[in-house]
């Protein structure tokens, strides 16, 4: 059965520090795997999809990688903004019918 | 071109109300997604759908929950006789037709239920 980690749960740091936000999952037989941001009270917004061939999507300061053989997916946030300030989401797709999301990791970049 | 809506996007029901959560896809889209969040918990998938057809609804509870996407309008999740453990945020997703597990699911804002 799949499952979909994140670590650290939350996490803090101020502004204009690069940081990592991490993502494993248990079954390496995915199609692509999603990063997501969530902000309180509101929807998820698509930050990159990274396809199974892939290993690595980049947009603008975030770089998103992949090791589907070890099952890690890693997301890489250059020169933090407190507007970065959300729930960043990993999702893998096993298939064409659903996303298996992780719990999230809860990130405050401090001004 | 609109994203994906939901309505309501806050809805208040007492035990053993109905709750109906309609969610219209983006235009050109014609797989609808619904997922469940739980307080404190991430996005577990519910059911996909397909214009008239039911693809997958392995998430679902077998009691209380259906679903449908009819040939016209919006994309129904309902939940019968609801109780206090069905609060959460519904979430829908859609993606247009094409290749299918590449492609992008695009998600809604929610509709965030309480039950009272």
């Known amino acids: 059965k799949q499952e979909v980690t994140q670590i650290p749960a939350a996490l803090s740091v101020p502004e204009g520090e690069n940081l990592v936000l991490n993502c494993s999952f248990t079954?390496?037989?995915?199609?692509?795997l999603q990063w997501f941001r969530q902000d309180p009270g509101k929807g998820l917004t698509s930050l990159l999809l990274?396809?199974?061939?892939?290993r690595e999507q980049t947009s603008g300061r975030l770089n998103a990688s992949l090791d589907k053989s070890s099952g890690r997916s890693t997301l890489y946030i250059a020169a933090s903004q407190p507007g970065d300030s959300a729930t960043y989401l990993c999702?893998?797709?096993?298939?064409?019918?659903?996303?298996?999301f992780g719990t999230g990791t809860r990130l405050t970049v401090i001004p | 071109n609109a994203g994906v809506m939901q309505n309501p996007r806050h809805l208040v029901r007492r035990r053993g109300q109905e709750a109906r959560l309609r969610c219209s896809p983006m235009?050109?889209?014609?797989?609808v997604y619904w997922y469940r969040q739980l307080p404190e918990e991430g996005l577990k998938f519910m059911v996909y759908?397909?214009?008239?057809?039911?693809?997958?609804e392995s998430g679902m509870p077998k009691e209380r929950f259906s679903a449908e996407f009819p040939k016209e309008g919006p994309s129904i999740l309902r939940i019968q006789q609801v109780v206090r453990g069905d609060s959460a945020a519904y979430f829908c997703?859609?993606?247009?037709?094409?290749?299918?597990?590449?492609?992008?699911?695009?998600f809604g804002p929610g509709t965030r239920l309480l039950v009272l």
């Open positions: 997703a859609s993606s247009p037709p094409g290749q299918g597990a590449k492609e992008t699911q695009y």
């Open positions: 079954d390496s037989a995915i199609y692509n």
């Open positions: 990274i396809q199974s061939s892939q």
């Open positions: 999702a893998v797709r096993p298939g064409a019918n659903n996303l298996f």
């Open positions: 235009k050109g889209h014609s797989h």
């Open positions: 759908l397909q214009k008239e057809n039911i693809i997958d």
